[in-house]
Nanobody, 124 residues
Framework: QLQLVESGGGLVQPGGSLRLSCAAS????????MGWFRQAPGKEREGVSS????????QYADSVQGRFTISRDNAKKTAYLQMNNVKPEDSAVYYC?????????????????WGQGTQVTVSA
């Protein structure tokens, strides 16, 4: 079974920070590109960030660049999204995903494995 489980979501004030985690099981994480996506009510799913198999390359949506940082620890089979200086428009369900593509990508169609999502709410 290939599983991804997100955690770390919750309520945070604008300007605050939050770290999301994505724990993988059932496969060797270092064979996969990892991505973070988000979807707010009434909005399309948006690719937030992506990181290469060894962590050497990263990719960010313009909306989060400079505020969010993606990372991974393959030994722990975990990917992370550090969210700093969060804004109300960051509120969404955040999903992690794994891809067999050999480059970073924020196109959801490149990802075959998905977590169940974790809610992030940014509110004053």
């Amino acid at each position: 079974q290939l599983q991804l489980v997100e955690s770390g979501g919750g309520l945070v004030q604008p300007g605050g920070s939050l770290r999301l985690s994505c724990a993988a099981s059932g496969f060797t994480l270092d064979y996969y590109v990892m991505g973070w996506f988000r979807q707010a009510p009434g909005k399309e799913r948006e690719g937030v960030s992506s990181i290469s198999e060894n962590g050497g390359s990263t990719q960010y949506a313009d909306s989060v660049q400079g505020r969010f940082t993606i990372s991974r620890d393959n030994a722990k089979k975990t990917a992370y999204l550090q969210m700093n200086n969060v804004k109300p428009e960051d509120s969404a369900v955040y999903y992690c995903a794994a891809s067999i593509l050999d480059r970073t990508t924020t196109d959801e169609h490149d990802y075959a494995y998905w977590g169940q999502g974790t809610q992030v709410t940014v509110s004053a």
